[in-house]
């Protein structure tokens, strides 16, 4: 059995140790905003936090997260920051088709949370891990922007 938190829950899975740990995510936990893009880590649908760090979940065996914190697109939407993100992205247009959304809410909040008050080239730094076929990413630059105005003072970790 592989142990780990996940949203703030501990859990255990016998899964294989070379499943990848967002099928495990998606398919065991039925949490489905971590998305497949890729499935190579080069589009970061599949974004999730891993110990309070950015990671690829697509890239990610099981075997390797015991003990580890795991924090999907689900295990933040109750905070306030998801709330500024969630508000910025829909003010400034930033979703379309929805699909990379999960992921570029995770990076946002993890550049944020880094930096919180972000040029653009810092904004386009930290989203680079992401793609988006739809909204050519002036909108998504705009609304990690906003996020950061609206928010000031929030995006620190406690």
């Not at 294989?16 to 949490?31: G, N, T």
């Not at 880094?114 to 998504?140: F, V, W």
């Amino acid at each position: 059995m592989i142990t780990f938190t996940l949203n703030g829950r501990k859990v255990e899975t016998d899964a294989p140790p070379s499943a990848r740990l967002l099928d495990v995510i998606r398919d065991e936990y039925l949490l489905i905003g971590t998305k497949e893009g890729c499935g190579e880590g080069e589009c970061g649908a599949c974004s999730i936090f891993v110990n309070n760090l950015l990671q690829n979940s697509c890239l990610i065996p099981i075997g390797s997260i015991e003990g580890a914190e795991i924090v999907t697109i689900e295990g933040i939407m109750e905070s306030d920051q998801f709330k500024i993100l969630d508000e910025s992205y829909s003010e400034a247009g930033g979703v379309q088709c929805g699909y990379c959304i999960p992921g570029m809410v995770m990076a946002s909040a993890a550049l944020l949370a880094q930096n919180p008050h972000p040029s653009e080239a810092e904004i386009r730094e930290g989203i680079s891990g992401n793609l988006c076929r739809c909204t050519g990413y002036n909108m998504i630059v705009d609304a990690i922007n906003l996020a950061a105005k609206k928010g000031d003072g929030l995006w620190q970790k406690k």
